[in-house]
């Protein structure tokens, strides 16, 4: 396992000295080298576009004790989340969803300028600490015989990240959301072992422009009773965009448990129909094309980035950034095409593709409504449990 963990990391780092010499080996492809976005670049006046790379990942960041089908051995937590952390600063803006155990590695490989965190679990969940805490014993006699060991911080919030390593947070306007109902205790996903949400970030760029940046993770599952729940989460943050970012610009990513298509590349389906209907139309929202590859691993795309431009900011997508960065997947057998039938995700770093895109960010004049009032952040105060889920404890 140590000579594993050890090769895996020196593969990355000769990946990022070959960056230090101009090689492409570590940055997505088809990105341009990163270049630094300051007001020096423009005249007041007449400002220049920045160019805002934009990840969003499902990390699958549970523990294996919940759930072990990983590609990475499922012990190696440390290694798994070290190459994510490495490959992750490429970007400006992350978005990450599932980082539950993931998040303290991530964070502390490399400095941000911006870390926020989702929100935490549903208020029913707190009791389950006492159903964890013989798990969580038994799992410090795992750790002394184990590196580093098998990690268990059950119970879940959101699991939602927004980080970036060059840009900071707007000083107000932070908000995390939980969202509306779940399905499935011990079926359908087990989604309600974890509490999703909406974690909403306002940014201010070099060039004087501004917008809010959203990560989300909702409900899983093909079945009636999910759609059904997907359709609540969607209505409450189309609502609470509308409430928090009125005519701003933003971008909105995440993991949205909403089948594109049913297998013929087009949009098509019940689950995109709901979330076009009352999600990307009611807030006027233009998908940025962010997918894996279709011939690749993933047969169905669940993963958005979408943006919308306004008051504050002139949002345009570079055509055709959006793509998976397919470095996201084991160093050492990157660039197989088919995976081991018997191991599912044998060389991926996660169940979820991470889907990238490119956008130029220009200033615009900022909204009447940009101060942060109660009125924006009147979504937040909104009660998004049942109270038949609360009398479960």
């Known amino acids: 396992m140590a000579i594993s963990k050890y090769l895996m990391k020196g593969v990355f780092l000769l990946g990022i000295i070959l960056m230090e010499f101009g090689s492409e080996f570590s940055m997505a492809e088809d990105f341009t080298p990163r ?8 005249e007041p006046s007449i400002p220049l576009p920045c160019t805002v790379r934009v990840l969003s990942y499902n990390v699958h960041g549970i523990s294996p004790i919940l759930n072990p089908y990983v590609g ?3 012990r190696d937590h440390e290694t798994r989340s070290g190459l994510m952390a490495w490959l992750l600063m490429d970007y400006d803006f992350i978005f990450l969803q599932e980082d539950f155990e993931f998040h303290r590695q991530i964070v502390d490989e490399f400095t941000y300028e911006l870390i926020e965190q989702g929100n935490g679990p549903r208020i029913a969940l707190a009791p389950f600490w006492l159903v964890t805490l013989p798990i969580k014993i038994i799992n410090v006699g795992f750790q002394l015989f184990n590196s580093p060991g ?3 911080r059950a119970p879940y919030g959101s699991g939602l990240t927004i980080a970036s390593p060059y840009y900071k947070a707007v000083e107000e306007g932070v908000a995390q959301v939980p969202l509306p109902d779940c399905e499935g205790w011990f079926s359908r996903k087990n989604d309600c072992w974890s509490t999703k949400g909406l974690l909403r970030v306002p940014v201010r760029l070099p060039n004087g422009a501004e917008f809010d940046v959203y990560n989300t993770h909702l409900d899983a599952g093909r079945d009636e009773e999910d759609r059904s729940v997907r359709k609540k989460q969607l209505e409450f943050i189309a609502d609470c965009i509308k409430k928090s970012s009125k005519d701003r610009a933003f971008i909105l990513g995440g993991d949205f448990n909403s089948q594109y298509d049913d297998g013929g590349n087009e949009a ?14 009611e807030l006027g929202l233009s998908d940025s094309n962010a997918r894996p590859d279709p011939n690749g691993y993933w047969k169905n795309r669940v993963d958005y980035i979408f943006y919308r431009g306004g008051h504050g900011a002139k949002i345009d997508l570079i055509v055709g950034s959006g793509s998976e960065d397919q470095r996201f997947r084991h160093p050492v057998n990157r660039g197989r095409h088919v995976p081991n039938e018997n191991i599912k995700y044998e060389d991926l770093l996660s169940d979820h593709p991470a889907i990238r895109a490119e956008f130029n960010v220009l200033p615009s004049p900022p909204s009447a409504h940009s101060s942060w009032d109660e009125e924006r952040d009147s979504c937040a105060n909104k009660q998004p449990v049942e109270n038949d889920m609360e009398r479960i404890w």
């Open 35 to 42: 270049e630094e976005c300051s007001p020096a670049q423009s």
């Open 72 to 74: 990475v051995n499922v």
């Open 268 to 281: 098509s389906g019940e689950d995109y129909r709901l979330l076009k209907l009352y999600l990307l139309d």
């Open 150 to 152: 098998i990690p268990f």
